[in-house]
């Protein structure tokens, strides 16, 4: 049982444009959630977080929002660049990041110049 | 952002041998690491929680005396893949635990493809 989920495999965005990657999860306990970009073959790159007490976190080009009632988040990605194509994988965990990651299956991002 | 490295990155191996993967956190002191495992079109499962100076936990149907880990100082665990098997072909990623202000964040190997003939 998938206890998080990314339900879109790909996602195809026009270069300038808001990428909004989505994700939800089934175990409320969780606490912790983390989005990674990754490449084939080469480990995931730490992008942002966001911590259950919060509802958004913003780091440059990257926003998170948080909707604990909905047990869902998302990433935008504004606006969106030729290097931001990759595979994203939406992550959570209990204790402030302490325990291992529950990983979703990841979306492929496109950018279409 | 943090620095975590992995060696070897590919390792080619005869099935029955047994293989060592070292994970380094460069810039920090990690005082856990943990082993993922990815296969092919699928998502990162986690292996095992590695802490300084204790045994590593396993995540269930991981069989612990086939995928040894030692966490021997805070900026070095090992994985051995002992009596390797076909089967056992995957990409295995490290990660280390950096605390922060209030919560820890996870940084990345770039991973160790395993080829096992």
């Known amino acids: 049982d998938q206890q998080v989920k990314q339900n879109s495999p790909s996602l195809s965005v026009q270069e300038g444009r808001i990428s909004i990657l989505n994700c939800d999860y089934t175990?409320?306990?969780?606490?912790?959630f983390l989005w990674y970009k990754k490449y084939p073959a080469e480990g995931p790159t730490f992008l942002i977080s966001?911590?259950?007490?919060?509802d958004k976190n913003e780091d440059g080009r990257f926003t998170v929002f948080l909707n604990k009632s909905a047990k869902h988040l998302s990433l935008h990605i504004v606006p969106s660049q030729p290097g931001d194509s990759a595979v994203y994988f939406c992550a959570a965990s209990f204790g402030g990041g302490a325990d291992g990651l529950t990983f979703g299956k990841g979306t492929h991002l496109i950018i279409q110049p | 952002g943090a620095v975590v490295s992995q060696h070897p990155s590919r390792v080619i191996c005869k099935s029955g041998t047994s293989v060592k993967i070292e994970c380094r956190s460069l810039d920090f002191q990690a005082t856990t690491m943990f082993w993922y495992r990815q296969f092919p079109k699928k998502s990162l499962m986690l292996m095992a929680t590695s802490n300084e100076g204790s045994k590593a936990t396993y995540e269930q149907g991981v069989e612990k005396d086939k995928f040894l880990i030692n966490h021997a100082s805070l900026t070095l665990s090992t994985l051995t893949v002992t009596s390797a098997h076909p089967e056992d072909s995957s990409f295995y990623i490290c990660?280390?635990?950096?605390?922060?202000?209030?919560?820890?964040?996870?940084?990345f190997g770039p991973g160790t493809r395993l080829l096992v003939l």
């Open positions: 175990n409320s306990m969780f606490d912790y």
């Open positions: 990660s280390a635990s950096r605390r922060g202000a209030h919560q820890e964040t996870q940084y």
């Open positions: 966001i911590s259950s007490i919060k």
